[in-house]
């Protein structure tokens, strides 16, 4: 299977870009001054699964359950290395994720498949177990251009905010970070340093010697690091 995104009709995968910003209490009077408008609000919880030994995220490759909904992200084949925004395949359906996890974990994809049962039938043969369980309060807003702003707050106490570009081609890629990066600086939302995600707050909190092979696998990054 290729790890290429693509729109081609019968395949969930897209590119998600993402960057993350801090939330204060000037972020959504900012939002709405460049023409944001709020679409919704909600509530969700994640369970996000891995083998005991942490093959999957020591891989970069995250498997959620978001409100009964198995969701993959997994490393494009290439990254723009340089960027500070996060680039990762979103892929949504099951016969996909199933070959996904197949390869990562080396086994046969036996239970393969286009439903969410058969996920869970590979998670219980393959003993993925749930490592991380939180809910988010998220409040999204929209914009020209195809941005989706989210603003985050979790069941743990974190809050971070995040500007989303989804591209359906890889030569689109460059113009998206570009787009985000001029739309973070439109919002001042500009940085010294790394912003901790939703993840590495909860592993320093729940699990830190998970978050530190994390970090010695360059999976993830500590708030003082450079971006690379
Ligand atoms: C900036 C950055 N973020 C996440 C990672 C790795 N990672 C850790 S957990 C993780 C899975 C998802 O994390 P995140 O995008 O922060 O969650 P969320 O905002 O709830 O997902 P959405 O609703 O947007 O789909 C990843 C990719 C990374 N290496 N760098």
């Known amino acids: 299977m290729s790890e290429e995104p693509t729109s081609e009709t019968g395949t969930s995968k897209v590119l998600e870009l993402e960057r993350k910003f801090s939330i204060n209490e000037n972020s959504e009077r900012k939002l709405q001054e460049v023409g944001a408008s709020c679409l919704r609000e909600k509530s969700f919880e994640d369970s996000y699964y891995d083998s005991v030994d942490y093959q999957l995220t020591l891989s970069d490759y995250w498997l959620r359950k978001r409100e009964g909904n198995w969701e993959l992200k997994s490393p494009p084949e290439k990254r723009k290395p340089e960027s500070d925004v996060a680039q990762y395949i979103e892929t949504t359906n099951a016969g996909e994720i199933v070959q996904y996890l197949s390869a990562i974990l080396k086994t046969d994809p036996t239970h393969a498949g286009d439903n969410a ?16 369980v939180f809910r988010t309060n998220r409040k999204t807003y929209t914009m020209e251009g195809g941005f989706q702003i989210d603003l985050d707050e979790t069941d743990f106490g974190y809050k971070v905010g995040e500007i989303e570009l989804i591209v359906h ?27 901790l995600g939703k993840m590495d707050v909860y592993l320093m909190q729940h699990n830190p010697s998970h978050y530190n092979k994390l970090l010695e696998a360059h999976v993830l990054f500590n708030k003082h690091s450079k971006a690379v």
Not at 117 to 132: R, W
């Open 117 to 132: 049962d058969q996920i869970a039938k590979f998670v219980e043969k393959t003993g993925l177990q749930p490592f991380a």
């Open 169 to 195: 081609q890889n030569e689109d890629v460059a113009a998206a970070l570009e787009k985000i990066d001029t739309l973070a600086e439109k919002l001042e939302f500009s940085k010294p340093t790394r912003i």
